[in-house]
């Protein structure tokens, strides 16, 4: 079976999650002036980025996985097609 290669989208997916962690655990923004505050929001848009491309990786990996094993829809496909010619 053919497969496509999407490790590099994995990677940055892993990495990404990883960075987003690290920024939530240990950077939390505990001070109490505007400056640092922000912070808090950079975490939550860096958090939200990380979902994002998490669910883009996941999306790739099933279309690959896909692309190259549709025998079944293939399958589904002709049988509805001899229904409608059956009609």
């Given amino acids: 079976m053919k497969s496509i290669d999407i490790s590099q989208i994995e990677k940055v997916s892993l990495e990404y999650r990883n960075m987003s962690a690290d920024l939530l655990?240990?950077?939390?923004?505990?001070?109490?002036?505007?400056?640092?505050?922000?912070?808090?929001e950079y975490n939550k848009s860096i958090k939200s980025s990380s979902e994002v491309i998490s669910k883009i990786y996941d999306s790739t990996n099933d279309v690959a996985n896909a692309s190259f094993n549709n025998q079944e829809l293939i399958s589904k496909a002709d049988s509805v097609l001899r229904e409608v010619k059956a009609l």
């Avoid at 505990?30 to 400056?35: F, H, R, T």
Wanted: charged share 25%; proline share 0%; hydrophobic share 40%.
């Fill in 25 to 40: 655990q240990n950077h939390k923004g505990m001070w109490d002036d505007a400056v640092h505050d922000s912070f808090v």
